[in-house]
């Protein structure tokens, strides 16, 4: 994931990170980067996993077939793992890259734990993405709240948690709003602006789902070069289904699934599109 997102600081575009949650899903994404030539970070959220009783081994089989069947620049990541025993555990399953949140605990805590992921997952190659602040998280897909200061991130907080940990890359809070698909967030480029200069690392932003193309080219243009996006996706799939037209008394399942499939890479590729990663693939 390094290299794929050096190449997209220097160059000013942005990766897509398409969260994943079966076989069609991440289909759609391998077909989508495919054919639009675009690198692309894909994976599984840990935290989901968790909660839900999902068995990581049966995730990370699917992830690895994936990355020997794409024709581009391609990493696999744990998102938001929940845990140092399950980054473990994902490193030894094959995923190329790890993110850790530890925003929710005392700073000096967070790079403790943060730092402990990075001595492992740099030994074997692995990327690692950290998170500084908790991101708040949309009910009914709707936050209304104003964030204070000390919600969003500080650049010179920000230099100092990569200083002290060695990430590959930065999970920012900019006005990003997790799971929020009811209305627009408002992203301070000024502030991703400053952490770029900050820290010098690539910069990610978590909740694309509630940030229009615009504003997303914006922060793309600050210092914004890793883009994750989950709703949307899961939201595109469930519209593929809702119209694949399976009626009668017998339908097939990998039918209707494949309808779902069909209309989340399309997506996919126009987002690729907006964050400009679209044909700057070199294999």
């Known amino acids: ?25 991440t289909r759609a994404v391998i077909r989508a980067a495919n054919e639009e030539r675009s690198p692309v970070i894909f994976g599984f959220n840990g935290t989901i996993m968790e909660e839900r009783g999902r068995d990581l081994e049966y995730y990370a089989a699917i992830g690895r077939v994936a990355v020997e069947k794409a024709r581009i620049p391609i990493a696999l990541i744990l998102n938001e793992a929940s845990s140092f025993e399950q980054v473990v555990r994902g490193i030894r399953c094959g995923f190329s890259a790890v993110m850790i949140d530890g925003s929710n605990l005392p700073f000096e805590n967070n790079i403790e734990l943060t730092r402990k992921v990075v001595e492992v997952a740099h030994a074997v190659g692995v990327s690692v993405e950290g998170q500084l602040d908790e991101l708040p998280h949309a009910k009914a897909g709707i936050f209304g709240e104003k964030l204070t200061e000390n919600q969003m991130t500080n650049p010179d907080r920000a230099r100092d948690y990569v200083n002290e940990t060695g990430i590959d890359a930065l999970s920012v809070s900019v006005g990003n709003v997790h799971v929020m698909y009811a209305r627009q967030a408002e992203i301070d480029t000024d502030r991703v602006r400053e952490i770029a200069r900050a820290t010098r690392i690539p910069l990610v932003i978590h909740g694309a789902t509630s940030i229009a193309d615009d504003s997303i080219k914006r922060a793309i243009e600050s210092g914004i070069c890793k883009v994750n996006i989950g709703t949307a996706l899961r939201s595109a799939f469930a519209e593929g289904i809702r119209t694949s037209g399976a009626s009668g008394s017998y339908v097939d399942p990998e039918l209707i699934l494949e309808s779902g499939e069909l209309q989340l890479k399309e997506f996919v590729r126009a987002k690729m599109r907006v964050y400009g990663s679209s044909g700057k693939s070199k294999v």
Request: hydrophobic share 30%; no cysteine; net charge negative.
């Open 1 to 25: 994931m390094s290299e794929i997102l050096r190449q997209a600081q220097e160059n000013k575009y942005g990766v897509g990170h398409f969260e994943s949650w079966n076989l069609e899903s």
